[in-house]
């Protein structure tokens, strides 16, 4: 029979091990060492099944699976859509126009992203449910090199306050 103390031990230990191989694998001994089923183990320790079995097989055959974290997760939009950087520089490449001020060489974008989002939709035959959001479109946009801000138009100089010579009488 295994007393509370030693059931706490048991969890706490495999809790602290953050790594998935060194884990099952001390999940594999104790069950053995303890002569129990998976589930005994499952309700005494509150591990789960697959992971138990997953365990007592490597233990069993000697090879270490291979956990993958990294594949995991969400696509990114260009898996799904791998035209849609294309479309989205032809779109904007039209307007586009240089830094008012002729100090660098950026290219800055007259559109918003709401509005290449329904030049999309429109010209490229996008549906509006399978394009990413406002903020993903802007992400792409930055990463193809167009900056989205205001272009700063010309502006006309202050008119002072001084009477001029031409404007007296």
């Known amino acids: 029979m295994i007393t ?21 694998g001390y999940m594999a001994d104790t069950i053995r060492s303890f002569d129990l089923g998976q589930r005994e183990a499952q309700t005494l320790f509150g ?12 233990q069993r055959s000697g090879i270490t699976c291979c956990d993958a974290f990294s594949q995991r997760g969400r696509k990114r939009a260009e898996h799904h ?8 520089r032809d779109l904007v490449q039209d307007q586009c126009q240089t830094d008012g001020t002729f100090k660098t060489t950026r290219l800055y974008c007259r559109l918003s992203v709401a509005a290449v989002r329904r030049q999309l939709i429109a010209r490229k035959g996008y549906a509006d449910e399978e394009l990413p959001t ?8 930055n990463v193809l090199g167009f ?6 138009k010309s502006r006309p100089l202050k008119k002072s306050r001084r009477p001029t010579l031409s404007s007296r009488i």
Not at 81 to 88: A, G
Not at 147 to 152: D, E, I, M, S
Request: charged share 35%.
């Open 81 to 88: 859509l791998p035209r849609l950087l294309e479309d989205m």
């Open 147 to 152: 900056r989205l801000r205001k272009v700063a």
């Open 134 to 141: 406002i903020q993903t479109l802007t992400t792409k946009m």
């Open 4 to 24: 509370e103390d030693v059931r706490g031990l048991v969890v706490r230990t495999a809790l602290s091990m953050t790594q998935g191989a060194p884990r099952r």
């Open 47 to 58: 591990w789960g099944r697959d992971t138990i079995r997953k365990a007592l097989h490597e």
